[in-house]
Structure formats: structure tokens, C-alpha cells
């Protein structure tokens, strides 16, 4: 199985930066895809950025030109740098990795528990 922690949540001002973390643990042949979701209180969770193992980056709309995702795959860590945050990103952001395992090399996607970002004066 494989197993992602995310770190960095925390409270910010509006305008402020957060750096999150996510690291992979396990029993891990290749990690493709790493991605960031978001799940704000009453609404559905959401794609934020991913990251392919070719390094190609897709963001959604509403986070482009302040959101950065990088993925360091020696670490098996996948990062989100968020600046000018606003009081909309507040949310409980996940990370997800897509992942063979040495037992399976079917590509199976996985999530962390989350991390509380909530961006307030």
C-alpha cells in the first residue's frame, strides 16, 4: 500500500503564502500522477493542480499565476506553493498520488488524510 502525509496547513491572512507537503510511504515501484484537491465546508471537492511524471503542470482557473505545484520524485514528495491567498482557498486541502506498487503494478490512486488551510484576517 502506499501512504501520503500531508504537512503546511495552517492559518494565513489574506494575501499571505503557505507551502503544503505531501510525502509517499510504502511499497512503491512509480508514482505518475501527483495532484492537489480541495474540499471547502458544503461544497465537493475539488482539483487545485497536478503534476504528471513528466513534469507537465495543469492548474484549475481559479488558482492560476498563485498556485505552483513541483514534485521532487527522488523524495516521492509533491509540494504546493500558494501565494496571494484569498479567504476563498480556505479549505482542507488532499494530495493524491497515482502509484504501482511492487505487488501490483496496476496504477491505483491514493489519498493523504488532508491538511487545513484557512486564509482569514
Known amino acids: 500500500q502506499v501512504q501520503l502525509v500531508e504537512s503546511g496547513g495552517g492559518l494565513v491572512q489574506p494575501g499571505g503564502s503557505l507551502t503544503l507537503s505531501c510525502v509517499a510511504s510504502?511499497?512503491?515501484?512509480?508514482?505518475?500522477?501527483m495532484s492537489w484537491f480541495r474540499q471547502a465546508p458544503g461544497k465537493q471537492r475539488e482539483s487545485v493542480a497536478s503534476?504528471?511524471?513528466?513534469?507537465?503542470?495543469n492548474y484549475a482557473d481559479s488558482v492560476k499565476g498563485r498556485f505552483t505545484i513541483r514534485r521532487d520524485n527522488y523524495k516521492r514528495t509533491v509540494y504546493l506553493q500558494m501565494n496571494s491567498l484569498r479567504p476563498e482557498d480556505t479549505a482542507v486541502y488532499y494530495c493524491?498520488?497515482?502509484?504501482?506498487?511492487?505487488?501490483?503494478?496496476?496504477?491505483?490512486?491514493?489519498w493523504g488524510h488532508g491538511t487545513q488551510v484557512t486564509v482569514s484576517s
Open positions: 493524491n498520488m497515482e502509484s504501482a506498487l511492487l505487488t501490483d503494478r496496476n496504477p491505483r490512486h491514493y
Open positions: 510504502g511499497n512503491i515501484l512509480r508514482i505518475y500522477d
Open positions: 503534476i504528471g511524471d513528466g513534469f507537465t503542470a
